[in-house]
């Protein structure tokens, strides 16, 4: 291997983990995660977020993100007037669907044709 390739390797490798550290602490600095603060890679280019906590309102919340925690491809969250469900990538609802009907599942019920990896999120 060319010390180039080596070079654009590493690079590749610090700005995914970049991306997961965004990530991270995203997750450690939510309010109401007492119940739920869980992060998944999903195919290596998304983000599921799933969030729980004892409040009146915004109890929980479940975020599809693609490659930065700026980029919000689907949510749902709790609300006063009820769930709200909203995506910005109308391609990504099926998926959220899926994924957000079976959170109880490893492979949040997408089987053997996506990859889904847990995310550790240590508390802050």
Not at 82 to 96: I, K, Q, V, W, Y
Request: charged share 15%; glycine share 6%; proline share 6%.
């Amino acid at each position: 291997m060319a010390s180039s390739e080596k070079l654009i390797g590493a690079a590749s490798m610090a700005a995914s983990m970049l991306l997961t550290a965004d990530f991270i602490a995203m997750a450690q600095a939510a309010d109401c995660a007492d119940l739920s603060n869980r992060l998944y890679i999903i195919d290596k280019t998304m983000v599921f977020w799933d969030r729980a906590g004892h409040c009146p309102d915004n109890s929980y919340g479940r975020i599809l993100f693609g490659a930065t925690p700026q980029q919000v491809l689907c949510s749902l969250s709790d609300s006063i007037a009820g769930p709200r469900t909203s995506c910005n990538d109308e391609s990504s609802r099926p998926l959220f669907a899926t994924i957000t009907s079976n959170l109880d599942k490893s492979d949040l019920g997408l089987g053997g044709a996506h990859q889904v990896e847990p995310i550790a999120v240590p508390p802050h």
